[in-house]
């Protein structure tokens, strides 16, 4: 009797999920070749230029060259007269960070923020075939350090703004522009913070607040090739822990074991062997869902069934590592130091493990975890620094819908969906400001171009500059 239930009891899942699936399926046809576009050369050639300063900003901020801040800034004014009108100077923002107010001409709903950074990583000119702090043009592609990352967005807000204003037009409501010049230099504080601060001070609340953050690819998820538009409504957290090990020390012609070294060395592969577990947050839920709703019919069957599905999931994302890291807090050893000589025994052995944090984990809990895993009383873990996980922002709000209609209008090829960030933006020091704090950046890249991102040949395809501005401008018309 048996035998003879669990077939039919699998046929009647089977035909349930399929019936479920067809129901919750919203599938639009999407056009599949992106509209060509046309490009804007006057403004390349501002990016350009702003590519040229070498805004590369340092933890210490004393080691940070802030003439070439200056000369950014004088370009931007020089570029954009008429948003130079709408600047905002006051003792808290500070020298090298730009605030900007667009007074629209409606009251009635809170302001909105546009944010981005004036600074950039570092570059070892040596790994690049372009100069990495020159702006070059060359086949349709803009290359230089902080091209993509993200003086793109810098200056496409502002010469939104900048052709509203020429056209004598102002915002339906009133919209901020703030840019840091200190978002690539995790804890320092010169930036985005002061500027937060700021907003605080005057009591400024946000209707809504946009900062870079995920971009419109194709090829995100193996055998889904529908262009997909991540917006981040949250960011993971970010931790680095010390591990260290004290053991006598000696000459290596005598050795005792085990060495410091070798019980470091233990402890970390005890950490690489055992990942912390897979958990689906919202936001990747709503990803899913999402994309369930648009994808093909078997993809449908999977994200749109997670009460079933969610295990196999965890499963198949845990073996790629973007999709591991969107489902799990991850642990990885990025230092380690021992002794400087080949012929002594170190007496102290350290290394840096650095996590990153799904919402809801905390320092405490991954310091437990990280504990556990090693069970040794031999290695001393000490947290170091830590960045909670941000707030996850609300997207059942018109903020949301609007962001999201905008983002569909500028790219008609993509399915729009809220996504967790992997790295840090400036945007979480915002996040008391506004529940719904956003992370998009206007581009098309496939995952070659955004790796560029703080690496060799960092670029920006021409046509993403005229894109940018066309969603800009949407933007700060229509809300
Ligand atoms: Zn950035």
Not at 213 to 242: C, H, M, P, R, W
Request: proline share 5%; charged share 20%.
């Amino acid at each position: 009797m048996l035998f003879l239930l669990i077939p039919i009891f699998l046929l009647l899942l089977l035909a349930v999920l399929i019936c479920r699936t067809a129901i919750m399926r919203t599938r639009t046809k999407l056009p599949t070749v992106p509209s060509t576009v046309q490009t804007d050369t006057e403004v390349e050639a501002i990016l350009a230029k702003a590519v040229a300063c070498k805004t590369v900003s340092h933890l210490d901020p004393s080691q940070t060259d802030w003439d070439e801040f200056s000369h950014l800034i004088a370009l931007l004014e020089k570029s954009f007269p008429l948003c130079n009108k709408h600047k905002i100077t006051d003792e808290t923002i500070g020298p090298y960070n730009l605030v900007y107010c667009f007074h629209g001409e409606e009251k009635g709903r809170e302001p909105a923020l546009l944010t981005a950074h004036l600074d950039v990583v570092g570059a070892n000119e040596q790994e690049w075939t372009h100069p990495p702090f020159e702006g070059e043009i060359e086949e349709g592609f803009l290359y230089g350090r902080g091209s993509f990352d993200c003086k793109l967005q810098v200056i496409s807000i502002l010469s939104a703004f900048e052709h509203m204003r020429k056209t004598g037009n102002r915002p339906k409501h009133t919209w901020y522009v703030a840019f840091g010049c200190d978002e690539e230099s995790n804890s320092s504080k010169e930036g985005a913070v002061r500027i937060a601060q700021y907003f605080q001070k005057q009591g400024v609340h946000f209707s809504f607040v946009l900062d870079e953050g995920g971009v419109v690819s194709q090829k995100y998820i193996k055998g889904f090739d529908q262009s997909i538009a991540v917006v981040g409504v949250a960011e993971k957290g970010y931790l680095d822990l010390e591990l260290s090990v004290e053991r006598t020390a000696g000459h290596s012609s005598t050795p005792a074991f085990p060495t410091a070294l070798g019980t470091l060395s233990q402890a970390i592969s005890r950490l690489e062997n055992k990942q912390m577990p897979a958990r689906l947050t919202p936001p990747v839920k709503q990803m899913l869902t999402n994309l369930g709703k648009e994808g093909p019919f078997a993809y449908s069957l999977l994200f749109l069934n997670l009460w079933l599905t969610a295990g196999l999931l965890k499963l198949v994302f845990s073996k790629q590592s973007t999709l591991n890291a969107a489902i799990r807090s991850t642990i990885v050893p990025t230092v380690i130091s021992a002794s400087d000589k080949s012929n002594v025994i170190a007496k102290k052995a350290t290394a840096i493990v650095n996590c990153r944090l799904l919402p809801r984990d905390t320092e405490q809990s991954i310091v437990s975890w990280v504990t556990r895993t090693i069970a040794s009383d031999s290695v001393l873990v000490t947290p170091l620094h830590c960045t909670p996980p941000s707030h996850i922002s609300k997207t059942d709000g018109d903020a949301f819908r609007f962001l999201s209609q905008t983002i569909k209008k500028t790219f008609p090829e993509s399915i729009v969906t809220p996504y967790l960030m992997m790295g840090a933006t400036d945007a979480r020091k915002y996040q008391d400001l506004s529940d719904s704090v956003y992370r998009f950046t206007p581009a098309r890249m496939d995952r070659s171009e955004v790796d560029r991102m703080h690496a060799p040949d960092e670029r920006i395809n021409l046509e993403n500059i005229s894109l940018a501005q066309q969603f800009y401008t949407r933007l700060i018309t229509n809300w």
